[in-house]
Each structure stands twice: as C-alpha cells, then as structure tokens.
C-alpha cells in the first residue's frame, strides 16, 4: 500500500506489533534486498495466491526482501505478489490514526467478518504501490482483524484501526487478486488508471510485456 500525499509475541489474542518497530523493521531491511514492484496488469496480481506452506529459510528471506522493497519504495504494506512471489504473504510498517507504527509480517492471512456495529466506514483516500501515482476515494471499515500464522507457522491475528485497518484490508485483497481500484465504480478505477499511465513512479518497477 502506497503513502498517502519479525519477532512478535502475543498479548491475549493480538501480536504486539508496536514495539522495538524501528529495530526490527531495520533487522529485516538490512538482512533483505530491495526487487522492483510488479504494477498493474501483471497477471500475478490478478489472481489468488497460493497459501504458504513451508517455514523455512527461504521464506524468511523473502519477508526480509519484502521490508527492503517496502522502503525502497515508501510504502506502508507490501504483498509478495506486489515484487512477483505468488504466496500469501504481506508485511506492513503502518502508522494508525493515534501516530502508533506497527510493524510486521503475516502468512495466509483472512479477514474476520466484522459485526454490524463494527462496520463504520472511511471514504479516505487510497493508494497502491502497483498502481503508481493514483489516488482514490475508498471506503472500506475503519477496524479490521486479519489472521494467519507467523513465519514459523505459529497462528497469530493482528487487529487495526484506521489508517492501519485500511492497509490490513489492503495487502489482503492483493492476496486474493485484488487490487483497490478493482472496489471503484468505472469512472473512478478509469480515472486512477489514467492518473497511472500520466505518472511517473518514483521507485523501480517491472515493466509489463
């Protein structure tokens, strides 16, 4: 998820994701390298994942590769299909609504089906890494719980608000191959494509064939 213009325990049922953020998110940057981000009209963004199912050190690295992405290119959130890795896998390094940085990382992740007294709704703007330069009003719910597992295979759930809650929704859907333009009517979802194409991004991408 674009910028608007992991050792992780467990407190009750949520990771603790906002403590040492700047050691850990540096931990895993250092030990990554940076890949190019995969934009819009790549086939691997417009499919499901697979699920991951082994915990090894291959994919630790590709979680350390995923926070270098990440900050080479400014985002908040990034799928591993967002660098062409079909897994389900997302990291994140998120300020929520009250300026607290979470940080971390989750494997096939699913969103919990929010009550009706949860479902209050956010019309703020979204971006996306894979759709470079392009903003759009989107309303999504302003809480969100997602969980999955960790990258040992440990059963984890992280719980957001906000701007946070938005980019959990955010990095999911990519998962399941959905990108944020793909919840605007027609008019909006041309209008971000044609914010797209007149752009230019600022970070390195895969051109498509």
């Known amino acids: 998820m674009a910028q608007q213009d992991t050792d992780q325990s467990v407190n ?6 906002t403590e040492d953020c700047e050691a850990r998110e540096a931990a895993h940057r250092e030990r990554g390298t940076s890949r190019p981000i995969t934009v819009y009209g790549n086939p ?10 082994e915990f090894d050190d291959k994919l630790a690295q590709l979680i350390d590769d995923m926070f270098a992405s990440q900050r080479t290119a400014e985002g908040v959130g990034l799928a591993a299909n967002q660098i062409g890795v079909d897994l389900k896998v997302f990291v994140y390094d998120c300020m929520d609504d009250e300026g607290v940085r979470h940080v971390g ?14 479902r209050v709704l ?23 719980v997602v969980r999955g597992v960790d990258m040992q295979g440990n059963p984890i759930a ?10 959990l929704q955010h990095e999911t859907d990519h998962l399941y191959g959905r990108l944020y333009i793909d919840r605007l009517s027609k ?15 600022r970070y390195p991408v895969v051109a498509n064939d």
């Open 12 to 17: 009750d049922e949520f990771i603790v994701d």
């Open 44 to 53: 691997v963004l417009h499919r499901e994942c697979r699920d991951v199912t």
């Open 105 to 118: 990382h989750i494997c096939n992740p699913v969103l919990d089906d929010l009550p009706a007294d949860r």
């Open 122 to 144: 956010d019309d703020s703007n979204e971006g996306c890494l894979s759709v470079p330069t392009a903003y759009a009003e989107l309303a999504r719910p302003d809480y969100a």
């Open 158 to 167: 992280i719980r957001g608000t906000g701007y946070f809650a938005r980019c």
């Open 187 to 201: 008019r909006d979802r041309k209008d971000a494509l044609r914010q797209m194409a007149e752009g230019t991004p």
